[in-house]
């Protein structure tokens, strides 16, 4: 009778920043195990997340140490993938074929052995509470079997790591050899990337294409630490891009540029204008208010200037008008906030409208502190925090 050949057993290892961990670098392992897993050929037993050394230098890289925090928060929820911090804890940038050998030394010492793959009681009880998990689905965790000998270790990457194999100076020909033919590559398709096509346009690539398994990924998220760090900086949520957990660690930590103090950064999308127009409209009943908001990727302007009414007419209904210039790269950063008051500072109607001349107030980073600060003050300056001494 035919019988089917025993699964290989099979190891991811995934090199990265993850500055921060995005759901994508999670995603990753699940869309490989389940490709691998689908023809029966591969049994995929554990996933390894190794963050990069501090060594690596890499432009806004936070430190090793956090991000293998922030990457142990995001694995909570894994019954199988888990952080190592081999590879982060060397004083020198490691290659990423070094990291291949450390782990497959790791797992050929260990092949005579027995590795325990379940987890311990204690995660066990964790992964019961977390809501996320999947039931029932073919994990070590329910896996009585062990990782013996002849475990497979796999490189895991996205498909714009492919591509910067032709990057010059930046890989070895023979560390592509290697981890190729030695271990083997796992790669996902990436929104920009054609790692088919990548392939083959490269006749070493070609030749090795057999021991490289390309995934597509239908459901792509053009996600990167990047654009991350890049919302996180502009006070935008982030949330269901990256784990709560890791969006709490970053706040708490000040990561990236976020205010530790600021409570808006992960609840809510802060919508700049309608926060603007709420608090005016309650604020200064009988004004006409024009709001100009400028922004720039360097910098940002928020203008706020009270006109005097025309007449009792102009103030029912009053008119709000609004100009959002996003990102205006034509925009002159010398186009000077206005003063709140601009031409008349008296207050016929006894409203709400400043009686004191105004000042100038640092702008926070935390758009919000500025609408709440918008009354009768001037509010000027970059959004980055800067100390304007008030007048
Ligand atoms: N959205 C994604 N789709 C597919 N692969 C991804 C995605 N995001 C990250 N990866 C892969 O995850 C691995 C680790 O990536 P890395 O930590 O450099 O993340 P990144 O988002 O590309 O970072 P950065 O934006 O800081 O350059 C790489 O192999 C990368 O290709
Ligand atoms: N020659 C190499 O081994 C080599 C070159 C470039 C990047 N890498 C690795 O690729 C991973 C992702 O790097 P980037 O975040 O720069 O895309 C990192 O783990 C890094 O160490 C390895």
New binding site residues.
Partial sequence: MWKMATPQKVVLL??????P??I??L??FEIARDELQRAGKYDVIAGIMSPVSDAYK?K?LAPATQRCDMVKLALKTSRWVRLDTWESEQPQWSTTVKVLRHHKTILDNQSNTTIKCTPSKKRKKDMKNEDNIEKGSPTISNNKDTCKDNVQLKL??????LESFAVPGLWAEEDIEEIITNYGLVC????GSDPRKFIYDSDVLTRLQDHITIVT?WI????????I?TALRRNQSVKYLIQDSVIDFIRENGMYGVDKDNKYSDKVTPSPMSDIMEYVETSFPNETITIISTRETQSKTLRVTKEKPEDEQSRSPRRIQTTTSALSRGMSPSSSPRRMMEDNDSDPDGSNSPKTPPQNVACLTDIGSIVRRVKNYNVQGLFHPKKIQPK
Avoid: V, W, Y
Avoid at 220 to 227: H, L, N, P, R, V
């Fill in positions: 995934a090199c990265g920043s993850f500055n961990p995005t994508m670098h995603r990753l890499k806004d895991l990457c996205g498909g714009d790591l996902i398709t990436r929104h990924e792509q998220q053009d996600i990167s630490s990047t654009k760090r």
